[in-house]
């Protein structure tokens, strides 16, 4: 049986947090009851004003806001114009840091995973604490994880974009 991911799952660093949301299963009720579920087979890290990739690199804005907030609040912002990427928050408040999901087992990009899922922008700030829309799910599957540069941030110079802070099922 599934169990769901309690919201303190996230309360952890990322560097943490993120390998080990891999495996698990995102879950979206929708309003007539369906539940579209997906494994999650990647995740990257972002973790801090430090790193030049994370979205809170140029410290608070209206934008980054959720990044400094509650961990287990899901952040949502529209790359390119066009595709909504998914993120949940981690660790404490104040040290912003999150990690994005970057694929699924059948959605192998965070924009395919957000819009089979059908996740948007209204997610923005939902909190994952007993929540009956959106959840995660353990149900006991444990993959390898392999790790590998994170993906589309060559701005963030050199040492930021080759760090491997990508994690991926390696069972694959």
């Not at 840091?97 to 209204?122: C, E, H, V, W, Y």
């Not at 994880?145 to 701005?155: H, K, L, N, Q, S």
């Amino acid at each position: 049986m599934n169990k769901k991911i309690d919201a303190d799952f996230f309360r952890r660093d990322v560097l943490e947090a993120a390998p080990d949301l891999v495996g698990k299963i995102l879950v979206h009720r929708l309003p007539d009851g369906t539940e579209l579920r997906e494994r999650i087979a990647e995740t990257e890290a972002y973790r801090g004003e430090e790193d030049k990739g994370c979205h809170a690199a140029k410290g608070r804005t209206k934008r980054t806001e959720l990044l400094y907030g509650d961990s287990g609040v899901i952040y949502v912002y529209l790359c390119y114009g066009m595709h909504w990427l998914m993120n949940v928050i981690t660790g404490e408040k104040d040290q912003p840091q999150g990690m994005l999901l970057r694929a699924g087992k059948r959605f192998d990009g965070p924009a395919k995973l957000t819009k089979n899922m059908k996740i948007d922008g209204s997610f923005n700030g939902v909190s994952l604490r007993e929540n009956e829309e959106i959840w995660f799910e353990d149900d006991g599957y444990r993959p390898e994880i392999r790790t590998a540069p994170r993906v589309g941030i060559d701005y963030a110079g050199e040492y930021w974009k080759d760090i491997e802070w990508r994690f991926i099922d390696g069972k694959e």
